[in-house]
């Protein structure tokens, strides 16, 4: 089964940092250009970052610049989003997803997708 599982949510307070993991199964994740994007409750889901399958390009919304950054191990085929300086408006379920290339429009499309993971949820309190 072809997939990817995003783990390592959690509740934190203001301030805190949690890493997210986006592993595959079923594919080398690796071979692919990575996004992240999240939806909070009672609001769209939108794009927050991704990494291109080299590891050498990356993008993020102005809303976590700064304050996130992605990574990504080949050798143990995960994807990570690590979390700092944590606020309330974090709160959501994180996402991660293989896109076609990893710039700000091709995130943007993905969100009309259909097919979604489970995500992880990251509860932020102040």
């Known amino acids: 089964q072809v997939r990817v599982e995003e783990s390592g949510g959690g509740s934190v307070q203001a301030g805190g940092s949690l890493r997210l993991s986006c592993a595959a199964s079923?594919?080398?994740?690796?071979?692919?250009?990575i996004g992240w994007f999240r939806q909070a409750p009672g609001k769209e889901r939108e794009e927050i970052s991704c990494?291109?399958?080299?590891?050498?390009?990356?993008y993020y919304t102005d809303s976590v610049k700064g304050r996130f950054t992605i990574s990504r191990d080949k050798t143990k085929n995960t994807v990570y989003l690590q979390m700092s300086n944590l606020k309330s408006e974090d709160t959501a379920a994180y996402y991660c997803?293989?896109?076609?290339?990893?710039?700000?429009?091709?995130?943007?499309?993905?969100?009309?997708?259909?097919?979604w993971g489970r995500g992880t949820q990251v509860t932020v309190s102040s």
């Open positions: 997803k293989v896109v076609p290339m990893c710039t700000a429009i091709q995130l943007q499309r993905m969100l009309r997708s259909d097919s």
């Open positions: 990494i291109s399958n080299s590891g050498d390009r990356t």
């Open positions: 079923g594919f080398t994740l690796g071979y692919y250009d």
